[in-house]
């Protein structure tokens, strides 16, 4: 498939290839949709198989940004970018300020924040070179790291979802099989913890593992049954896709509630997730936490006002199961409804301001 085809039809408004043949970067920043605000999103840094493989992932993660930051209500549009190879070998310095400097041609329309395979340290080298770069350290102005954030505003989505469910927000005394206890999995597991939930975690790593148990006193069960655990909440805080084919008929629980991105292998698990009677919170609204933290640094960062930000989701995720209700759809397919309309209406006032905007300029 050629590159124009993976773009054409889907709305996106930029693809920019960067090449330095000195520093060995090869990178490519996707630009979905200006129409909120300018496109944000992290630079994700990973082996590819192939270029091909690189193109597909940046588009794709473009377009779920811009929606992650439409439904949160931000002035924002969606973009991500990826750099191609291993991190562990060809992380440099020279390609981080290289790769800097295509984001600052750019002009703002793209900016970037850290993502799988980049971190905090590598957004303060690569701000070195462009401003239009968040998810920096506090000694730079930053917010530091999104994840515990992230947890916080996947609390406050389960306490909605309990809410829809039980008719209570409370968490005391709710079980929760929790997937995943890594940066955002282990902070919701202390949150969780704090407020009375009795917490069940898994793991692939061993010894993230034995961190949740030895900090917060939770059980474990292996792998392969945590998300066969009969729970009120199954919290996917690991990978994407666990939702699917294979586990759909699987879940015990009654809410799946968690940070993971792209839970939904596809559309129509969404579907099947309603008629089986299990509330699904949509990935890119609950877990929003971290993209509300980092555009609060585009403001100047105050952590008070963005952890308020946060709070939001829970209303947020009320909405958009109102509309499920209403609309007889699935709540993913309300989340998404929800975004788009949003993206109509706010972009409509956006070119109505540019416009008057633009007569004003020629007086
Ligand atoms: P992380 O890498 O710190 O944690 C992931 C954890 O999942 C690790 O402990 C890892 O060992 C575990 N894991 C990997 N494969 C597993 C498997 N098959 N079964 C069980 N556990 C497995 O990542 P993170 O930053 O905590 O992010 C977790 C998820 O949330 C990711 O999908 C990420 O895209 C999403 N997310 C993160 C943020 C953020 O602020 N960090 C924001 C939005 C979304």
């Known amino acids: 498939m050629s590159v124009f085809e993976h773009i054409n039809g889907d709305g996106y408004e930029q693809v920019v290839f960067c090449s330095d043949d000195q520093s060995g970067l090869r990178a490519i920043i996707a630009i979905h949709s200006t129409k909120l605000g300018p496109a944000l999103g992290g630079t994700r840094f990973y082996d590819y198989g192939s270029e091909g493989e690189a193109l597909i992932d940046v588009l794709r993660l473009a377009k779920s940004m811009t929606y992650k930051a439409a439904a949160a209500g931000l002035d924002l549009g969606g973009g991500k970018a990826v750099i191609i190879g291993d991190p562990t070998r060809i992380k440099s310095e020279e390609l981080l300020r290289a790769y800097g400097r295509f984001i600052e041609t750019l002009g703002g329309?793209?900016?970037?924040?850290?993502?799988?395979?980049?971190?905090?340290?590598?957004?303060?080298?690569?701000?070195?070179?462009?401003?239009?770069?968040?998810g920096c350290s506090h000694t730079y102005g930053g917010s530091g790291d999104p994840s515990p954030v992230t947890a916080y505003g996947v609390l406050q989505g389960i306490k909605a979802c309990l809410l829809e469910v039980?008719?209570?927000?409370?968490?005391?005394?709710?079980?929760?099989?929790?997937?995943?206890v890594g940066k955002v999995g282990f902070a919701l597991c202390g949150y969780l913890v704090e407020q009375g939930a009795k917490v069940t975690v898994g793991d692939i790593s061993v010894d993230n593992l034995a961190r949740a148990v030895s900090s917060h006193g939770v059980e474990t069960l292996p792998l392969d049954e945590i998300h066969k655990m009969e729970a009120d909440i199954f919290a996917p805080c690991a990978l994407g896709g666990m939702i699917n084919d294979d586990t759909i008929s699987e879940f015990r629980c009654k809410i799946i509630a968690g940070a993971a991105n792209n839970q939904l292998a596809r559309p129509e698990h969404g579907e099947?997730?309603?008629?089986?009677?299990?509330?699904?919170?949509?990935?890119?609204?609950i877990n929003a936490g971290g993209l509300m933290n980092v555009e609060d640094e585009l403001r100047g960062y105050d952590r008070e006002r963005a952890m308020?930000?946060?709070?939001?989701?829970?209303?947020?995720?009320?909405?958009?199961?109102a509309l499920s209700r209403e609309r007889s759809i699935s709540t993913g397919g309300a989340a998404e409804e929800y975004a788009q309309d949003r993206i109509r209406k706010i972009s409509r006032i956006r070119l109505l301001r540019t416009t008057e905007y633009g007569t004003a300029g020629h007086q």
């Not at 329309?109 to 968040?134: K, P, S």
């Open 109 to 134: 329309r793209y900016i970037t924040a850290e993502d799988v395979g980049t971190a905090l340290e590598d957004m303060d080298t690569v701000r070195r070179e462009t401003r239009w770069v968040c």
């Open 166 to 180: 039980f008719g209570s927000a409370e968490l005391e005394g709710r079980t929760v099989a929790l997937q995943g």
């Open 272 to 285: 099947k997730l309603r008629d089986l009677s299990i509330l699904y919170a949509p990935d890119f609204v």
């Open 308 to 321: 308020q930000r946060v709070e939001g989701i829970y209303k947020q995720l009320q909405n958009i199961f």
